[in-house]
């Protein structure tokens, strides 16, 4: 009986491989010999070693939800919290900032952010650090120049297909519309970027960066009416953010320019030129 039992032990241990890739348990099957063995050393209870095996899965399993939704999100690179350089941007608080990363109070309202301030000002930087915080919490992003949604939008109008290609973005619990004011009315019909914000208000949030106050998003819709019923949705439920700050590109530039001559003086020094 003794013999038959461990027979059985073996064959079900040499098929345990196959079996953890039929669950779709790809780091269990990974771990699991390092654990039994390290289980057997140690006498851990088959309790233990299960819930360890099962923690670690999970966690690895969430892991790479978050790299899949990264790669959905398309942010920008490096353009993380930590990179912010908030010294230079006096008008955020960093645990305001922070506060508002953990999507807590206003993503499951349909909230809005609203970042406004000249070229360079650093809203693009600040709203890609929201993305990332926020897909590392486990919230679904999507980074996208507006004109290039608004093109697909209305894309989709001509085709007759808008309704669900914007209820396809009802998957993303945040849309991140960056550079909003470079949508023009002359360039095509934009009441669809109207019908976007119409149908995620109150429901699904957005974060709009503009480098021009709510007065001249005239420029943006078909018309007055328009503009004033897409200002209302998005204003409604907001936190805004001003930051009329001096160029981060400028300042940049400038700084690499003052560095140049000392740089070649000190060559110089040091050979004696």
């Excluded at 957005?206 to 420029?219: K, R």
Aim: glycine share 4%.
């Amino acid at each position: 009986m003794n013999d038959n039992i461990s027979d059985t032990i073996k064959v079900d241990t040499a098929r345990l491989p196959l079996l953890l890739n039929e669950l779709r348990l790809p780091t269990i099957a990974a771990l699991w010999p390092d654990f039994t063995n390290r289980a057997d050393r140690e006498g851990w209870p088959a309790a233990r070693l299960l819930a360890t095996l099962a923690e670690l899965e999970l966690a690895e399993r969430s892991q790479r939800r978050i790299q899949r939704h990264l790669t959905e999100a398309r942010l920008p690179p490096d353009k993380t919290l930590d990179s912010i350089d908030f010294a230079a941007l006096p008008m955020l608080s960093r645990a305001h900032v922070t506060a508002l990363a953990s999507g807590d109070g206003w993503i499951s309202t349909g909230g809005t952010i609203l970042l406004f301030g000249p070229s360079g000002s650093g809203k693009t930087h600040l709203a890609a650090a929201f993305g990332h915080t926020l897909v590392e919490n486990g919230y679904r992003v999507l980074f996208t120049r507006t004109t290039d949604l608004v093109q697909r939008l209305q894309q989709a109008r001509q085709t007759l297909t808008l309704e669900s290609a914007i209820e396809k973005l009802d998957k993303y619990h945040l849309l991140i519309l960056d550079d909003l004011c470079y949508v023009r009315k002359d360039q095509a019909e934009t009441s669809v970027l109207f019908e976007l914000i119409a149908a995620r208000y109150e429901r699904r949030s957005l974060m709009v960066t503009a480098n021009h106050p709510f007065g001249e998003w005239t420029s943006v819709f078909p018309d007055a009416a328009m503009t004033l019923a897409a200002v209302d949705r998005l204003v409604h439920h907001s936190t805004i953010f001003e930051m009329n700050v001096e160029s981060y590109r400028r300042r940049a530039a400038i700084a690499r320019t003052t560095r140049k001559p000392k740089a070649l003086s000190d060559t110089k020094r040091d050979t004696g030129e």
